[in-house]
């Protein structure tokens, strides 16, 4: 049977009774780990299997989100507040939420606060990003948002790629275009130009990724903020230096210009790539090959 926790809001003051002590027990280690960092509610009552604590006043994520929904630069912030909010939580706790209830996360004068700590625990930073990101695409948001979400947390959490795979798949399993989101969430975005080209439309079909690279092939100069300028003599070797410094799962290789032939994004694992990379002869056509290979 269900344990069950009966709130009450009177006077400014949020009033939670807990049936299952350690439900109780889980929420109040919590606030006590938690005192004094600004993160949560201050506590004004406390005994076995009671809670009162302030109410908070604001706005919560999950209306914030639905306002900024094709503001891509109000919700850029809105994603850094967060990260900042969580960055500090996990430092406190080394737990995880263990639920995506951005309903729960209100913004004050001060910055988000968390209320309710019913389901958190042991685990990786990853499942709870997953776990937004599932989130966002059933609350109706375009996929440019959970991939721009991805993309600052992968900055400001330093995000495992394989664990974040690992989990994205649990929590999408059967959703229409997983498999395509997946990939783009857990990639380095290549730009690979030769000077032909303007990079504009290169460089903003993948502003998103989590890592975004522009490799200068021979003479030529470009950048772009966001994205660490490679300079080689050829593809291979771009391909090469990339895969083997990027921290993300996959490559998602746009050619600009006349650089390589074929005219669409090439996707490959970097793990594949460079294994491809060791066996191919110098005359290779690269991308070419690669592209037979897309996952």
């Known amino acids: 049977m269900p344990s069950e926790i009966k709130t009450e809001f009177a006077d400014g003051l949020v009033r939670r009774q807990y049936s299952s002590h350690i439900d109780y027990s889980r929420e109040s280690n919590v606030y006590e780990k938690l005192k004094g960092t600004g993160l949560v509610a201050e506590i004004t009552r406390q005994f076995d299997g009671f809670i009162e604590r302030v109410f908070v006043e604001g706005p919560s994520f999950a209306e914030l989100f639905e306002k900024y929904a094709h503001d891509l630069p109000k919700l850029a912030g809105l994603y850094e507040e967060l990260c900042r909010w969580y960055n500090a939580y996990r430092e406190a706790t080394k737990l995880i939420l263990g639920e995506a209830a951005p309903e729960k996360f209100i913004l004050s004068k001060e910055g988000?606060?968390?209320v309710d700590f019913e389901n958190v625990r042991p685990g990786f930073a990853e499942q709870d990003i997953a776990a937004f990101v599932k989130w966002m695409l059933s609350a109706g948001g375009d996929p440019q948002a959970a991939k721009l979400f991805v993309c600052v947390c992968t900055n400001k959490l330093e995000l495992h790629s394989e664990r974040l795979e690992k989990s994205l798949k649990a929590e999408l399993e059967g959703e229409e275009g997983a498999d395509d989101l997946i990939?783009?969430?857990?990639c380095a975005g290549v730009v690979l130009y030769d000077g032909s080209a303007p990079t504009d439309s290169a460089t903003a079909s993948l502003a998103?990724?989590?890592e975004r690279y522009i490799a200068v092939i021979g003479a030529g100069a470009a950048s772009c903020p966001g994205f660490e300028t490679i300079r080689t003599d050829s593809i291979r070797d771009a391909i090469a230096?990339?895969?083997r410094r990027t921290n993300q799962r996959n490559l998602l290789l746009q050619p600009c210009g006349a650089v390589g032939s074929l005219p669409a994004p090439v996707r490959v694992s970097k793990d594949l790539a460079l294994d491809l990379l060791i066996d191919l002869s110098e005359d290779a056509d690269v991308?070419?090959?690669?592209?037979?290979h897309d996952e």
């Open 287 to 292: 991308l070419e090959v690669l592209s037979l």
């Open 183 to 186: 990939f783009f969430l857990i």
């Open 208 to 210: 998103m990724a989590p």
């Open 112 to 114: 988000f606060v968390y």
């Open 241 to 243: 230096v990339i895969a």
